[in-house]
């Protein structure tokens, strides 16, 4: 077991809120223990640039309460490549690098395993709005995005019902629903399409509409997730469906949240959850131990292998699906 004297952090992929509360956690444990700590600027691409700099306490005083990540963030299409991790991996190496925390999501993952099988001993963070990272039940960011967008259906709420209308909110999660799942239950959701869930235009939203209507209700909120694919077309379809079929002359807005939902100051829940991985990432690297994944199982902090983690899968929670669906009536 090699000691590690020097450290290095980035952030790679999409930025999420509590990205500074992890890098303020690595970098106080990683001095507390009397570690170097390098911050790497801009993910991958500074690790392959060297573009970094010593960090001590005070570099990350007033930054728990901020959103983004102060480090920079970027998508590396170049580190794909198995040529460009082994030269930087061994580049990182010869310049003192003895190992890395690297914080963000699936594709960070992908090349945080990369790294570590190149021989850099890494430790992988989970830090992204999407909660897609199959080994962990909980992502940095997270509790944060949902906030924002069950807030941002509260406003939109209000005005739908003074105008009678039907708005469909579209979030984020790439291919996955978790955000509009939950954000769409805490929101108070008419129906919730998600890509894991097959949907029927007819059954699920003009029908859905009709029943509404039987029972006096007259403004319905659609929470959509980015990855079922157009919008605006699933809303034109709907307003056509309900004229063409049923008589009946119903407005529908479109509203696309975008990039909000991967703003603002962090929640006491992703502060305190980041904190916690990054100190743990750190108390393994204390221990001469890399090639990991910092996870969040049964509701506890703790690591896995890598390549294990990287096999696993989740899927949404049957549960969650169930409450959905009894409340949206
Ligand atoms: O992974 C986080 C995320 O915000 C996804 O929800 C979204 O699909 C994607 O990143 C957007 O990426 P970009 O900021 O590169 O447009």
Redesign the pocket.
């Known amino acids: 077991m090699k000691e590690m004297k020097t450290i290095g952090v980035l952030t790679s ?2 930025d ?1 809120p509590g990205m500074n509360a992890a890098i303020r956690a690595v970098v106080r444990a990683g001095v507390n223990s009397g570690m170097r700590v390098l911050g790497i600027h801009n993910g991958y691409t500074g690790l392959m640039k060297l573009d970094m700099k010593e960090m001590d306490m005070r570099e990350v005083s007033d930054t728990l309460h901020r959103g983004g990540t102060i480090l920079g963030s970027a ?1 590396c299409l170049e580190f794909k490549k198995p040529e460009v991790v082994k030269s930087t991996a061994e580049q990182a190496k010869e310049n003192g690098i003895d190992g890395l925390v690297v914080i963000g ?1 699936d594709g960070s993952f992908r090349g945080a395993r990369d790294l570590s099988l190149a021989g850099l001993p890494t430790i992988g963070l989970p830090g ?3 909660n897609d990272i199959d080994c962990t039940e909980y992502t940095i960011g997270y509790d944060t995005a949902l906030n924002t967008v069950s807030d941002c259906i509260d406003k939109i709420r209000d005005t739908t019902l003074s105008h009678n209308r039907c708005t469909f909110v579209e979030v ?3 291919d996955a629903g978790y ?1 509009a799942l939950s954000a769409g239950i805490a929101g108070g959701a008419e129906a919730i399409l998600i890509p894991e869930q097959k949907f029927d235009i007819q059954k699920d939203l003009v029908q859905m509409i009709m029943d509404c209507r039987a029972r006096g209700k007259y403004h319905y909120i659609i929470v959509i997730a ?1 990855g079922i694919g157009n919008t605006q077309e699933i809303a034109d379809k709907t307003e056509e469906l309900l004229r063409t079929e049923h008589d009946i002359e119903l407005e529908t807005k479109v509203c696309i949240l975008g ?1 909000i ?2 703003g603002g100051r962090p929640t006491v829940k992703d502060r305190i959850t980041a904190s916690q991985m990054g100190v743990h990432a750190v108390d393994l690297l204390k221990q001469g131990i890399g090639n990991r994944v910092v996870v969040k199982r049964d509701g506890k902090i703790t690591d896995l292998d890598i390549l294990e983690g990287l096999n696993m899968k989740k899927t949404i929670d049957a549960d969650m699906l169930r409450l959905a669906d009894i409340l949206s009536l």
Do not use: L, N, S, Y
């Open positions: 992929g999409g999420a998508r999501g992204t709005i999407d984020m999660g790439k955000i980015e990039h939902q991967r």
